[in-house]
């Protein structure tokens, strides 16, 4: 008798373990032997979001064994420094909310900068929590340049409630991914949204003005409503993997339209002649804290392009 095939989706994986949703199921399972052929170069071979084929245990029903995973839609990628390997953060959602801070940890645009390179397919939406403190006068003008270059930004607070049903409405039927630097808040916003959630949450640390690493581990909440979310673990820095460097200006939309004057049709923004993007800069149509963002991702992708030719996590 052949093994009963099943499909699910990876709601979170820890130590090998992953719990799959089947029919509305949750299923605890383990990747099969040698069947799933594993990415070189991947931390993880699965991530949440992940849709998965398995096997049903013919012993125990809330047991599968996991034989393929699908291909995915949608990915957040990140370069584990640590273990030098391409780690996806989760797969397959249709909105990324990178969430930053007001101020506590301090905003931090360059960051955001990465966040937005970092996912490939998912519609970014900023959020901007802790809207009940402060925010210095320059980092309200890196988000009003947000604006322009065409990201949609809201501002929350978790502690005040604002801005929360607007986020609400826009995840709503979507899978959403929550991610940003520990601390500012990501697990408490969607507390607020979903009472009763009961996230983990975590202090600022006052020495260091930075989250604790709450969150430990990426997973995939369902809320009633029709909501599905991936609350993500705050890493402090972002090291990109994945991206060509020839297409990272596409990443940068407010580029887009200006790079296809420059005059080498393979051009770097970097120190080539007649470069429209850089002349761009210069007259302050793009603001010199992109073009500085764009210039250090190159520099990371560049030398990751070096060391590994072909990235196999897609
Ligand atoms: N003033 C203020 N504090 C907030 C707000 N939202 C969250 N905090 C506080 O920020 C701290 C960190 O919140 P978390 O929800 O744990 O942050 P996180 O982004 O999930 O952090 P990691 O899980 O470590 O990535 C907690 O002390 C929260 O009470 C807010 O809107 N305003
Ligand atoms: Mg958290
Ligand atoms: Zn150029």
């Not at 989706?9 to 820890?14: A, E, F, P, R, T």
């Not at 605890?28 to 594993?38: A, E, F, N, P």
Request: one cysteine or more; a positive charge; glycine letters at 8%.
């Amino acid at each position: 008798m052949s093994p009963e095939f099943l499909e699910g989706q990876v709601l979170y994986g820890i130590n090998n373990i992953y719990t799959v949703e089947v029919d509305g199921r949750d299923l605890q399972c383990r990747i099969k032997g040698k069947v799933l052929k594993l990415e070189e170069n991947a931390y993880n071979p699965i991530a949440a979001g992940d849709f998965v084929r398995l096997q049903a245990d013919p012993h125990s029903e809330d047991v599968g064994w996991i034989v393929e995973r699908k291909p995915r839609t949608s990915t957040l990628v990140r370069w584990n420094k640590k273990r030098n390997a391409v780690q996806v953060l989760a797969a397959n959602a249709e909105i990324l909310v990178c969430v930053s801070s007001t101020q506590s940890p301090p905003f931090r645009p360059r960051f955001i900068d990465r966040v937005l390179v970092s996912s490939d397919q998912m519609q970014p939406l900023i959020v901007v929590n802790k809207s009940d403190l402060d925010m210095e006068a320059e980092s309200r003008q890196r988000l009003r340049n947000y604006r322009k270059i065409g990201y949609r930004v809201i501002m929350t607070s978790a502690l005040t409630g604002r801005g929360v049903a607007g986020l609400r409405r826009r995840i709503r039927g979507k899978t959403a991914v929550f991610f940003g630097q520990s601390g500012v808040g990501k697990s408490t916003l969607l507390n607020r949204m979903f009472p009763g959630l009961d996230l983990a949450v975590g202090t600022i640390s006052a020495k260091y003005d930075r989250g604790s690493h709450t969150t430990s581990f990426a997973s995939l909440i369902r809320a009633a409503g029709d909501f599905r979310i991936i609350d993500t673990p705050g890493i402090r820095e972002l090291e990109i993997a994945g991206v060509e460097a020839r297409d990272l200006a596409f990443y940068f939309p407010e580029l887009v339209p200006i790079a296809r004057h420059c005059s080498y049709p393979s051009c770097r923004h970097v120190d080539e002649p007649d470069c429209a993007v850089r002349q761009a800069v210069e007259q302050g149509r793009v603001h010199p804290d992109r073009y500085e963002s764009y210039l250090r991702i190159l520099e990371d992708v560049e030398g990751f392009a070096r060391a590994f030719p072909r990235s196999t996590y897609a």
